[in-house]
């Protein structure tokens, strides 16, 4: 995986010619392609439905506090669904804002660029546009990250057709569709809404040079993100990766999708309930919103500038079900799959891991079927591994979601503590493990397991520790 970049026979990485030419670039060392190189965590950023207060989210999050709620972003009322997970009254930080770089950005977008600046801070490193920064080789920054698709001009869209309807062909006028359409296009708007947009300004923001990817695999998307730039580190092509997700789809063709294959809870008269992980009475996911980004840096190179690394990803499995475009294979293969790459790539043992952190989305195919698959990898230890789903309390993030999990844990890793699944009481003889069930839980955490299985099979795990040097 060499991005362009040519590699000597010595493993010096060596610049294209022309990018020499174009410019003096600060030497940071020679970067060697090793699969051991150790990947650290040193810097974090949420924006959640919660707020997007690193260590006031994660209070929250302890509390079982709920960020579900009736739905405000469009009128929903005639829908099955009618409530969301929100992120509520966001808005940009001022530098942000005010950037000519970043106008008419989408939601997504705009949580993106909030979540990288929080995650690049926390790390500790030069902001943008100071001495200290242009001391940083922007070919040695990268970003990658799991981001949908911005949300449609739905407004704009829906007037379109209407005008162009002609009653007595019962069918839309297709060249006075196009000429209504042309008058109202907005060129911003319409590329803002490519999967692509939130990692292409990240590259802006942050001068990122290097590796700079989108990928979009439903809810293991920005799990795959972390899993792929952790690699794209450990082979040399970055030493700095600005990683995570984001998402935003509550808006009416979103809900309208999910809730047409009955995949969304209905439990109008108590939305802050109505996502019940591995709950015998669960009836569907909640559709939240928001991005998670971390900061994963080469350990050699974050040493080198004397930053506090929170923890390390030691390991990742990705795999698909090739089984249905909706469904998880009812054995749970992929997920196995997965997880069995995972503690094969950190060089570790089921009986190793002290927490997972599940993918738990509160449908009752996905619970059953993630519980089934850490039966059969975990065996008779299965029982006495602590488990929680956090989308109980933040909702259903997609592409986001697990970058959110992801920054959990490590914080689960530093305060020694699970959060818990809110809403559960009820048992369901499926799923019988330990699911920290409404109370966050003190444990000695050393080793953790985050999970994601996307819509469609594909299956990403991740295995992070606890930083010893």
Known sequence: MSFGIKVDATGNIQRPSSARAAEQKPETGNRRRDARRRVAITGMGWVTPLGWDLEGVWK????????IAATTLFDARSFPTTFSAEVKNHTLPKNLAASPKHQHISRATGFALHAAQEAWRHAGLPQPGTPQYAKLDPYAIGAYLGSGEGSLDFDTFSRTALLAWEEQAGAVNLRVWGERALQSFHTWREIEQEPCMPAAHLSLEFNARGPVLNCLTACAAS?????????????GDA???????????????????????TALSTF????????RPFDATRDGFVLGEGAGVLILENLDHARRRGATVWAEIVGYGSSADAYRVTDQHPEGRGAVAAIEAALRDAGLTAAQIDYINAHGTGTKENDS???????????ARAKETPISSIKSMLGHLIAAAGAVEAITCVLALRDQILPPTANYSVRDVECD??????????ARVDVVMSNSFGFGGQNDTLILRKFSV
């Open 369 to 379: 079927t993630e519980t089934l698959a850490i039966k059969r990898i975990f065996g």
């Open 239 to 261: 030493e700095i990766m600005i990683s995570g997700g984001a998402h935003s789809m509550i808006h009416p063709f979103g809900v309208t999708g999910f809730n047409r294959l």
């Open 268 to 275: 109008n008269d108590n939305p802050r309930r109505a996502c």
């Open 223 to 235: 799990t795959q993100a972390l899993g792929e730039a952790m690699q794209i580190i450990r082979h």
């Open 433 to 442: 493990l330990d699911y920290v069930p409404n109370q966050a839980r003190r």
């Open 60 to 67: 929250k999050l302890l509390a079982g506090e709920s960020g």
